[in-house]
T-cell receptor, first 113, second 111 residues
Framework: SQKIEQNSEALNIQEGKTATLTCNYT??????LQWYRQDPGRGPVFLLL?????KEKRKERLKVTFDTTLKQSLFHITASQPADSATYLC????????????FGSGTRLLVRP | DAGVIQSPRHEVTEMGQEVTLRCKPI?????LFWYRQTMMRGLELLIY????????DSGMPEDRFSAKMPNASFSTLKIQPSEPRDSAVYFC?????????FGPGTRLTVL
């Protein structure tokens, strides 16, 4: 069956450390993978997109990797801050031209001051 | 641009009533998506439109749900009759490239 898995338990880290969130999928072949941030009571906000032929993408303190062999994406936030506390969602963006996304359930990140 | 606009932000209704959720996408975006988010099921795609035409409604849970997009700047999601299990946050999103822009959502409570 098709699955997208993100850590269901919250990730609790100290300010200044690097947060690493995982997104694993099975029986999908995405052309792209996207990461979103969601704060309580708000809609998801787009952060980064990585293509299947890209190994790594960076934006400021954010880094995403995409391994199509392992069927896994890792999302890193370096020098984490309490303001980074939120739920982070990965989304598979398929090879068709539909722009339809399939979202994981999200991982909640808590950054302690 | 004001971003994706949704109304109402909160809706409380009684079982059996009709509910209409509204969405105004970002101007120039060709795709519009309706999602539902619950703790149990996460963020689920209900239906999406391309150039005002419904493309895929396979996520619509039942015939009680319907969606329309009469023009490029307006879409509705209707539930008739509503049931308590429809309680969720409903999001509208639009895109012109790949990344999606979400509205603030409508929190629906069906008593």
């Amino acid at each position: 069956s098709q699955k997208i898995e993100q850590n269901s338990e919250a990730l609790n880290i100290q300010e200044g450390k690097t947060a690493t969130l995982t997104c694993n999928y099975t029986n999908y072949s995405p052309a792209y993978l996207q990461w979103y941030r969601q704060d309580p009571g708000r809609g998801p906000v787009f952060l980064l997109l990585i293509r299947e032929n890209e190994k790594e993408k960076r934006k400021e303190r954010l880094k995403v990797t995409f391994d199509t062999t392992l069927k896994q994406s890792l999302f890193h936030i370096t020098a984490s801050q309490p303001a980074d506390s939120a739920t982070y969602l990965c989304a598979l963006d398929m090879k068709d031209s539909s722009y339809k996304l399939i979202f994981g359930s999200g991982t909640r990140l808590l950054v302690r001051p | 641009d004001a971003g994706v606009i949704q109304s109402p932000r909160h809706e409380v209704t009684e079982m059996g009533q009709e509910v209409t959720l509204r969405c105004k996408p970002i101007s120039g975006h060709d795709y519009l998506f309706w999602y539902r988010q619950t703790m149990m099921r996460g963020l689920e795609l209900l239906i999406y439109f391309n150039n005002n035409v419904p493309i895929d409604d396979s996520g619509m849970p039942e015939d009680r749900f319907s969606a329309k997009m009469p023009n490029a700047s307006f879409s509705t999601l209707k539930i008739q009759p509503s049931e308590p299990r429809d309680s969720a946050v409903y999001f509208c999103a639009s895109t012109g490239v790949r990344e999606q822009f979400f509205g603030p959502g409508t929190r629906l409570t069906v008593l």
